[in-house]
């Protein structure tokens, strides 16, 4: 995948167990935010930016079960990412982590490097935790990181406000749909 700028957009857990009615951890009105998610993962393609899409994918053992009811276990209907989120081979680059955190995955960093990564733009779901810790934890790694807020979904909003105060406090810049595409 040719990257044309220092850019990668971060489409976080878009996922039918957390997006549609009949997933695992679905909250009512999830499945909003999948035409956002699509109109920012088909601009980027188009413009040669990174998309880096991130997926729980546990065992049936997972030790987060011990937490949250079993959800998008390994190579089932629900851990799988909505279609219309999908892109064309090589246009996409999928993660697979077995926790809350997209930096469990070690490869993340070195491949955040090798791409030449230094601006983030973050959507998905849920806001005030897998969301949280992407960008959280890419302000940690000194990248310029941008939440797209009309393409998040939260499961407690009051929560969901508390994590972009953090954020903003921290030096991370809110903007829209619109804003990003319209660039």
């Not at 998905?124 to 310029?144: N, P």
């Amino acid at each position: 995948m040719p990257i044309l700028s220092g850019k990668a957009f971060f489409d976080i857990d878009t996922q039918i167990d957390f997006l549609f009615p009949a997933g695992a951890l679905y909250k009512t009105g999830a499945e909003q935010v999948i035409p956002a998610v699509a109109a920012l993962n088909n601009y980027a393609a188009k413009h040669g930016i990174a998309v880096i899409s991130t997926t729980c994918a546990h065992t049936e053992n997972a030790a987060e079960f011990q937490v949250w009811p079993p959800h998008c276990i390994v190579d089932t209907f629900g851990q799988k990412k909505p279609a219309a989120t999908l892109l064309p081979a090589g246009k996409q680059i999928i993660i697979e982590k077995n926790e809350l955190d997209l930096f469990s995955n070690a490869d993340l960093i070195p491949l955040l490097d090798k791409l030449g990564i230094d601006e983030c733009f973050v959507y998905g779901v849920l806001t005030e935790y897998c969301v949280k810790f992407a960008i959280m934890g890419l302000l940690k790694t000194g990248r310029k990181v941008r939440l797209v807020t009309d393409a998040i979904y939260a499961k407690d909003e009051a929560a969901a406000r508390e994590v972009i105060a953090a954020f903003e406090a921290a030096g991370g810049t809110c903007v829209t749909v619109e804003t990003v595409t319209s660039s």
